[in-house]
């Protein structure tokens, strides 16, 4: 397996249409199925500390297969450092307000996922868009990250033509 890119500073960040934040994630798997989802979207993904595993976990580079030389990944101290630049962040939520079909994307958008076990902090809620993934059966409280994600960047995607 290849190793992991070198992490870039934000400055270097590209105009992509579209890009992946994922604020405090805790699962290793989780983050390497997203980190292939952007390799083969051509994503950036930002990963907000801190992060429930070590960046150079096995579990983390296996799920991410040979594919990480593809990823441009960055790595943020806090959520309010990644935020800075002005872009929108679109707040995927179990109690989001829009349905994540209905929400009109944006070429520039980011899309913005808590943690597995706590979601987004009430203070990023409470002052971005939010939208919800619906669920079939009530007591569900959750789907997968990895799933989340893949969801809501194909939706976007579809919807910007990409």
């Known amino acids: 397996m290849s190793e992991y890119p070198s992490f870039r500073p934000p400055s270097t960040i590209k105009n992509a249409p579209l890009q ?3 604020v405090y994630p805790q699962i290793p798997p ?3 199925n997203i980190a292939r989802t952007c390799a083969g979207t051509r994503t950036p ?4 500390e801190p992060l429930g595993f ?5 579990w983390l580079k296996r799920a991410g297969l ?7 990944l960055y790595i943020h101290s806090d959520w309010k450092s990644c935020r800075s630049g002005g872009q929108r962040w679109v707040c995927f939520s179990a109690r989001g ?3 994540f079909q ?3 994307y944006q070429p520039g958008d980011w899309l913005v996922f808590g943690s597995e076990t706590q979601g987004l902090p009430s203070e990023i809620l409470e002052t971005n868009p939010t939208v919800y993934i619906p669920f079939a059966e009530p007591k569900v409280r959750s789907y997968n990250l990895s799933v989340s994600v893949a969801v809501g960047l ?3 995607r579809r919807q910007l033509g990409l």
Do not use: C, K, M, P
């Not at 993904?45 to 907000?48: A, E, F, G, M, N």
């Not at 070590?54 to 096995?58: L, P």
């Open 20 to 22: 992946v934040v994922l």
């Open 30 to 32: 989780n983050t390497g």
């Open 45 to 48: 993904l930002h990963l907000v």
């Open 154 to 156: 194909f939706e976007a």
């Open 97 to 99: 307000q829009e349905h």
């Open 66 to 72: 040979d594919y990480w030389e593809y990823v441009e």
């Open 102 to 104: 209905e929400f009109q």
């Open 54 to 58: 070590e960046i150079s976990d096995r």
